[in-house]
């Protein structure tokens, strides 16, 4: 099983961010998920 490299973990860590952070603010106005990857 291979660990992760910091780097690696920071950059997953900010896509599931910017994802979580698009679908909030979609259903704030209403958008249903906007972002759709």
Same mark, same amino acid.
Do not use: H, M, P
């Given at each position: 099983?291979? #660990?992760? =490299?910091? *780097?690696?973990i *920071?950059? /997953? &860590? #900010?896509?599931?961010?910017f994802? =979580? #952070?698009? %679908?909030? &603010? !979609?259903? /704030? /106005?209403? &958008? !249903?998920p *906007?972002? %759709?990857?």
């Open positions: 099983k291979e #660990a992760f =490299t910091d *780097s690696e *920071s950059e /997953l &860590l #900010a896509v599931i961010c994802i =979580t #952070a698009c %679908q909030r &603010l !979609g259903a /704030l /106005l209403d &958008l !249903g *906007s972002c %759709q990857i």
